[in-house]
């Protein structure tokens, strides 16, 4: 059985916690710190991102982590580099995340094939939707490595049907409609919508895009399975005066949040 | 009835390999939203009569057919004729399309517009439109931009528009465009973004097009007109491509017409410093669209460069792309310095000053006019003035001064 699966499976009522961390901002040993450090603090999944040179979901701090990474040499072969080291101490299952150019780049079947060797469990693709996605997907298949792909509150029925039919494992509900980016208050349609997808969907789901607080968590897991959090982390990062500092920001963010579910 | 053309693209957006939809699921809807009004108003005759009205009486078609009687005898060669985009309302083609997409957002009731610019004359057109229409507007260009494209930008500012200076990446139309997107997927129900070029998801590649196919339409009809047949030869530049789709697209199944489109070189196609996606890009994906792109190889996108804004994006249209696989197209490039003496010739020889984008057009038939015989004739797609053009022109006669 998959690690996604095994987690997914064990989970009872306990909500998944699935921290989002840039590999390589601020530099690349400090990204795998910052990935134990949020291993430690009780993440279920971890997401994995991988640097773009054109981030159009993201909002300002996960576009400023990938600058940053990038300039400091993070490519896809540090990226996989990432997985090994992170995998070679933890079993939690990893997601790696970012946009389809750089996997394209390396050629889609060779980069499923090396990040599974490097202990991936699966692949969270946003702007590649589900009707682009019929190659990856096989290659995906073939590894056992799981495919997840976003719903939003635009999303038709039709599209959430289909986006649960195409989800290996599990699906990312983005919670509102916008980029990725800490700090924003969720609204009573958010609930609806959340509310509507826990009816509708075959499998479990994590809300991601906005979460910032243990109340933001807590609102999000009454409905969803999980939450998915982000640019609130690399925030709290780059707050802190020292790399010392900033680790202690995340973890303490992140123990907070994992208290505050169930 | 009039037999059914085959229609490209397909209904997945699809110019061969080349298109599609690589958005984030955010924008899916409004893609589906706008095909669906768009598949009706295509067809409706109460929109295409409003936007003939407009075309005539806003814009200001059809656009001259002009024999460059001066840059022909400079040349010594083939007779060489404008087509005069740059006469209409706001200077350049843009507006063709702005017109169009303005209309669309009206049926579709929305309340906010939004847009990227290089040049800034997709950005002045949509401005122009917004204030006719009475829609708040946000343009979004890069600083670098800002800083070399000036005149436009306080143009934009008293049509009423926000003006916001992209200061991420390259600072420059790309960027811009990453952020245009980002405030659509967050403004996705009450706002239309309106695209400039024959680029991004599905189907704005096609939308552009069909509006700015006026060009080529006008341009047959002319031909006829005056020598009552084709051209020989057809150029335009391409930066996005939606000039050279517009004037080509009619004339893809005349065989007898060699189409050549004019990509930016830069310092050079060798010096890494170009904006030539065709010559030297591979295809990738980037801005919602799979199409010919300049990358590393790791798949991050290379800056690009051109002395023109307009032409400085890593991308072209995905009907670009087919038409470089195809050979239906040939693509070529101007440096910046060829560009920059063409502007400058052209402007003293015909009392035309052409946009530096048109600019790399001409720069390309300068350079070959030896290739051609003097009986041929040559359309050249004029697609918009240079007076925006000016602090470039300042800038680069203060270095080499």
């Known amino acids: 059985m998959s690690r996604i699966r095994q987690t997914l499976a064990g989970r009872g009522k306990h909500k998944l916690l699935v921290p989002f961390l840039t590999v390589g901002y601020p530099d690349f040993d400090t990204s795998i710190d910052l990935v134990r450090t949020a291993i430690d603090s009780g993440a279920d999944i971890v997401e994995l991102g991988m640097p773009f040179s054109d981030p159009m979901a993201d909002g300002p701090q996960i576009q400023y982590s990938s600058q940053i990474a990038l300039a400091n040499g993070t490519d896809m072969k540090k990226v996989l580099q990432a997985v090994e080291q992170i995998r070679a101490g933890s079993g939690v299952p990893i997601v790696l995340m970012g946009y389809f150019n750089p996997v394209w780049a390396r050629g889609v079947e060779a980069f499923a094939a090396a990040s599974h060797r490097a202990g991936a469990d699966g692949f969270i693709i946003p702007d590649l939707p589900v009707e682009e996605a019929a190659d990856f997907l096989l290659c995906l298949k073939d590894l056992d490595l799981s495919a997840i792909f976003l719903v939003a509150p635009t999303s038709s029925p039709e599209r959430v049907q289909l986006v649960d039919s195409a989800c290996t494992d599990f699906v990312y509900a983005v919670t509102v409609a916008g980029v990725t980016g800490a700090a924003r208050k969720f609204s009573s349609s958010t609930d609806a919508y959340l509310k509507g997808l826990s009816r509708s969907l075959s499998r479990p789901f994590v809300a991601g895009f906005g979460v910032s607080s243990p109340e933001s968590a807590v609102r999000l897991c009454r409905h969803a399975d999980g939450v998915v959090i982000g640019s609130a982390l690399i925030s709290a990062f780059r707050q802190a005066k020292n790399r010392r500092e900033g680790l202690k920001s995340v973890r303490c963010l992140l123990s907070d949040i994992r208290k505050a579910l169930p | 009835m009039v037999a059914k053309k085959k229609t490209v693209p397909d ?391």
């Open chain 2, 11 to 401: 209904v997945r957006g699809r110019f061969g390999p080349y298109g599609g939809r690589y958005v984030p699921e955010t924008v899916i809807y409004a893609l589906e939203e706008l095909t669906e009004a768009y598949r009706f108003c295509r067809r409706d005759k109460e929109f295409r009569a409003e936007l003939n009205n407009y075309l005539s009486n806003y814009v200001g078609r059809p656009t001259p057919l002009y024999f460059a009687e001066r840059f022909t005898e400079h040349l010594g060669g083939p007779q060489i004729y404008f087509k005069r985009e740059d006469l209409t309302h706001t200077g350049a083609h843009k507006i063709n399309n702005t017109v169009g997409q303005i209309l669309l957002a009206k049926r579709m009731g929305k309340k906010r517009i939004i847009a990227e610019t290089g040049a800034g004359q997709h950005g002045l057109a949509t401005a122009t439109v917004a204030a006719h229409f009475g829609l708040p507007c946000v343009i979004y260009m890069g600083a670098e931009d800002i800083e070399r494209q000036a005149p436009n930008v306080e143009k934009m500012q008293l049509l009423g528009a926000e003006v916001v200076s992209v200061k991420s990446g390259s600072r420059t139309l790309k960027d811009a465009t990453s952020e245009a997107m980002r405030d659509w997927v967050t403004n996705i129900a009450s706002t239309f973004y309106i695209i400039g070029s024959v680029v991004g998801p599905h189907p704005y590649p096609m939308i552009v097009r069909d509006f700015q196919s006026v060009i080529g339409k006008e341009t047959k009809k002319q031909c006829r007109r005056l020598w009552g047949g084709l051209p020989d030869v057809m150029v335009a530049c391409v930066g996005g491509g939606s000039n050279a789709i517009g004037v080509f697209v009619d004339f893809l199944k005349d065989t007898s017409v060699r189409l050549i489109g004019v990509e930016a070189a830069g310092h050079g196609l060798r010096s890494g410093k170009h904006a030539a996606t065709l010559l030297r890009g591979k295809p990738g994906v980037l801005h919602g669209a799979f199409s010919y792109l300049i990358f590393d190889s790791d798949g991050q996108v290379i800056l690009p460069h051109s002395i023109s804004a307009g032409l400085d994006y890593p991308g072209v249209g995905p009907e670009h792309s087919l038409l470089h696989d195809t050979g239906r197209v040939e693509y070529a490039a101007a440096t910046d310095k060829e560009a920059l003496s063409t502007f400058k010739l052209v402007s003293r020889l015909e009392g035309i000053i052409p946009a530096m984008e048109t600019s790399h057009a001409l720069a390309y038939l300068v350079k070959h006019r030896r290739k051609f015989c003097k009986a041929d004739r040559i359309v050249v797609c004029l697609s918009g003035r240079g007076d925006k053009d000016m602090p470039i022109i300042r800038k680069m006669s203060e270095q080499s001064g």
